[in-house]
């Protein structure tokens, strides 16, 4: 069993309060959930309304699936166009 972790730094452009803020992280993280059946979360940043940490996970039985499926959920994220993605970090955990 394989477990795929990402986390993405966005970059919120023209938000000046923590709703607004919402308003479009909220979107991603459903949209998201929806597209990629996967598990997606604010995970840090959770006070400056210029900036978002999302987190997501994926769990599979294949090494390559997860990676291609990691690659495809950032891919997607950026090409929503409702934040920039400044930063990424991706790992896969193996489990016996």
């Not at 994926?58 to 166009?81: K, M, P, R, T």
Request: proline share 2%.
């Amino acid at each position: 069993m394989f477990v795929g972790l990402l986390r993405l730094e966005l970059r919120l452009h023209g938000v000046d309060s923590l709703k607004g803020k919402r308003a479009i992280v909220k979107p991603i993280l459903e949209r998201t959930r929806r597209k990629f059946h996967c598990a997606a979360a604010e995970t840090g940043d959770n006070d400056n309304h210029h900036l978002a940490q999302i987190g997501i996970s994926v769990v599979g039985n294949d090494q390559s699936f997860l990676n291609g499926c990691l690659d495809n959920i950032a891919n997607y994220i950026e090409s929503l166009n409702l934040a920039e993605v400044i930063d990424q970090e991706w790992e896969i955990l193996s489990f016996p």
